[in-house]
């Protein structure tokens, strides 16, 4: 059998998800990979292209690639208590000529601020990791900041203006979509159901051997204070993780609608 192009982010999130893959730690049921580790801007673009047979990508790009992947109902990151956050120097502001930085144009952050900020402002694309450099030094007004960035943003001096996500929970009641993990329809239901039983029982391997696991997750993350890494981890890991079910279901497909 062909390797299987398995692409992630390296978001502590995702490494904690794909440990026990990539280290050959759980049952693979014979199937075999080769790994991509890439920003999720570019995953949502290299699944825009098709290139990947498996890849984590932007819960608001399913629209976009659903003639050519399919959902798996496991390794979704959902925010259970908020989500991506809006943030600006203190006592900023905004107007319709403040520049707002956006973390891509595909990520579900960018369709949560759509549909949250109403108020007129110039958008920016940029590297979601550049957003703390820019608002420093006053390039821009004010970012919609995720991964880690959302815990550290009061580090810098910085405030939160709106968290888009515990806006859509309260608006809806449902779970942040925030990330998903797709199959490329090429692969047949069998193999579909494989993954998600790997990435569950993954999980699941990670849950018990975090000592064992956090290293590497250490390795790849961007801030690598451990208190960070965890807090990273138990918002955005959880049981919609392990399987979303029709909750999470629900959730994606209200913000198709709403995108």
């Known amino acids: 059998m062909k390797k299987l192009k398995f692409a992630f982010s390296p978001c502590p999130n995702d490494t904690y998800i794909m440990y026990a893959i990539v280290h050959k730690k759980i049952n693979l049921h014979g199937l075999e990979f080769e790994f991509v580790i890439q920003d999720i801007e570019k995953l949502n673009q290299a699944a825009l292209n098709k290139e990947t047979d498996i890849t984590k990508a932007s819960a608001a790009i399913l629209p976009l690639v659903k003639s050519a992947y399919s959902l798996l109902d496991s390794g979704a990151a959902f925010g259970l208590e908020g989500g991506p956050l809006l943030i600006s120097r203190k006592e900023t502001q905004l107007n319709e000529n403040s520049i707002i930085a956006i973390p891509g144009e595909l990520t579900s952050a960018y369709a949560l601020f759509k549909r949250y900020y109403k108020k007129p402002c110039n958008t ?46 309260n608006d809806t009641g449902l779970p942040v979509p925030l990330g998903v993990f797709i199959a490329h329809q090429s692969l047949d239901t069998n193999t579909q159901q494989l993954l998600n039983i790997i990435i569950s029982e993954s999980i699941q391997y990670a849950t018990v051997h975090y000592d064992e696991v956090f290293p590497w997750i250490k390795e790849h993350a961007r801030n690598e204070h451990p208190a960070v890494i965890k807090k990273h981890i138990d918002y955005y890991v959880n049981d919609l993780s392990e399987n979303m079910g029709d909750t999470g279901r629900e959730a994606i497909k209200q913000l198709y609608e709403a995108h």
């Open 124 to 169: 920016q694309f940029v590297l979601f990791s550049d957003i703390f450099g820019l608002l420093a030094s006053e390039r821009i007004d004010a970012g919609v900041v995720i991964h880690e960035d959302r815990f550290t943003f009061w580090e810098h001096g910085f405030e939160c203006v709106s968290d888009l996500g515990l806006e859509w929970k």
